[in-house]
């Protein structure tokens, strides 16, 4: 008579669960070694003899397959740490810095006139030449250049009263920011 390897693997499933918690110690882990093993046995039965017991055998392959995955754990623990970054996420106060920044940016690029703004996110947010900024809005090279250094020196000196400001008083974060003026149109 041939021995049904199924049947006796789900007789003895408490038994192997109570073996994979005590290698273990972690029940997902003992779950997912149970199911590994009985994986292992049904795919490799023929190398079940007759006489060999299959309690002694299915022990033998959860102690070797938790051997292995403890290996791989091990080797892959540095890789872990590196990546944790990722997985925590950013400082929350650190995150609200950067986006006021990047908000009073936005702001202040919205106080430039329109031809310096233009030229600002062309060279600067869309990575274009100062050549290809120039063909695209067809004006001279050297318009361009003019352009994109009073809309830079304008932005400094905007998130810097900005700055200034909201370090002298705190409420003022939240405000709109300081107008300069009309500035002319350049």
Not at 57 to 66: F, H, S, T
Not at 106 to 116: H, N
Not at 158 to 165: E, G, V
Request: net charge positive; with cysteine; charged share 25%.
């Amino acid at each position: 008579m041939a021995r049904d390897i199924r049947v006796e693997l789900v007789e003895m499933m408490p038994r192997l669960r109570r073996f994979a918690v005590a290698l273990t110690r972690s029940l997902v882990d003992a779950d997912d070694l149970v199911q590994t093993a009985c994986e292992r046995a049904l795919s490799r039965g023929e190398q079940l003899r007759s006489e060999t017991k299959i309690g002694a055998w299915m022990y033998m392959i959860m102690r070797n397959l938790w051997i292995d995955e403890i290996r791989v754990r091990r080797s892959h623990q540095y890789d872990q740490v590196e990546i944790a970054h990722a997985v925590m996420g950013d400082d929350g106060e650190a995150l609200m810095e950067r986006s006021n920044a990047l908000a009073a940016v936005r702001r202040a690029l919205l106080e430039l006139p329109m031809q310096q703004r233009v030229a600002l996110i062309l060279i600067c947010v869309e990575g274009m030449s100062y050549k290809e900024t120039a063909e695209i809005l067809a004006i001279p090279i050297g318009t361009v250049t003019s352009r994109v250094a009073r809309g830079r020196q304008a932005l400094h000196k905007q998130l810097t009263i900005s700055s200034s400001a909201s370090v002298a008083d705190p409420d003022l974060r939240t405000s709109r920011p300081i107008r300069l003026g009309a500035g002319g149109k350049h």
